[in-house]
T-cell receptor
Framework: AQKVTQAQTEISVVEKEDVTLDCVYE???????LFWYKQPPSGELVFLIR??????QNEISGRYSWNFQKSTSSFNFTITASQVVDSAVYFC??????????????FGSGTRLQVQP | KAGVTQTPRYLIKTRGQQVTLSCSPI?????VSWYQQTPGQGLQFLFE???????NKGNFPGRFSGRQFSNSRSEMNVSTLELGDSALYLC??????????????FGPGTRLTVL
């Protein structure tokens, strides 16, 4: 079965520090998709990025960057110059092919990021 | 464009009762998925509906069911509620077009408390 591991349960940093959230996954699919979502206290999951297994280019979007390494089955997320508004729970997810042949998201357990002013 | 909306946002029920939660997807999105989020089990996939048909289902008992209407709005129902059903129920919609069909957009969730 597919599995997503976010070993860091909680991270606390001071504003303006850089922080990296780790994500390691397991899958037997040859084609798969990886995601990062942010969940602020309001509860809504906010989509951050989608990456397919054939695209190993790193991506940068403003203060956010993602490092996808297929060789180590990792899809890490870095926030540069963190801000208090970045405080949230961040989930890594893998698009999993189920017995039905359809895909569903398998989520990691999440990393709670606290950015202190 | 309006996002995914879910009603009600909060709900309190007692054991043995049943509950119905509603989800309206983003306009134009035809696929709706439901997830349960609990502190112990995390985020788990419940089921997915497309064109009024359930086409994918997670590992949940038959007490959990859903349906989708012709306008893509979806409801999920939980019968004979148990204390362990207390959770945040999240609905997600996606645009069923080729490679981007995996991209799901989530609503704010319905927080269900079972007493």
């Amino acid at each position: 079965a597919q599995k997503v591991t976010q070993a860091q349960t909680e991270i606390s940093v001071v504003e303006k520090e850089d922080v990296t959230l780790d994500c390691v996954y397991e899958t037997r699919d040859t084609t798969y998709y990886l995601f990062w979502y942010k969940q602020p206290p309001s509860g809504e999951l906010v989509f951050l990025i989608r990456r397919n297994s054939f695209d190993e280019q790193n991506e940068i979007s403003g203060r956010y960057s993602w490092n996808f390494q297929k060789s180590t089955s990792s899809f890490n997320f870095t926030i540069t110059a963190s801000q208090v508004v970045d405080s949230a729970v961040y989930f890594c997810a893998l698009s999993e092919t189920m017995d039905t042949g359809r895909r569903a998201l398998t989520f990691g357990s999440g990393t709670r990021l606290q950015v202190q002013p | 464009k309006a996002g995914v909306t879910q009603t009600p946002r909060y709900l309190i029920k007692t054991r043995g009762q049943q509950v119905t939660l509603s989800c309206s997807p983003i306009s134009g999105h035809r696929s709706v998925s439901w997830y349960q989020q609990t502190p112990g089990q995390g985020l788990q996939f419940l089921f997915e509906y497309f064109s009024e048909t359930q086409r994918n289902k997670g590992n949940f008992p038959g007490r959990f069911s859903g349906r989708q209407f012709s306008n893509s709005r979806s409801e999920m129902n939980v019968s004979t509620l148990e204390l362990g059903d207390s959770a945040l129920y999240l609905c997600a919609s996606s645009l069923e077009q080729g490679a981007r069909s995996d991209e799901q957009f989530f609503g704010p969730g319905t927080r269900l408390t079972v007493l």
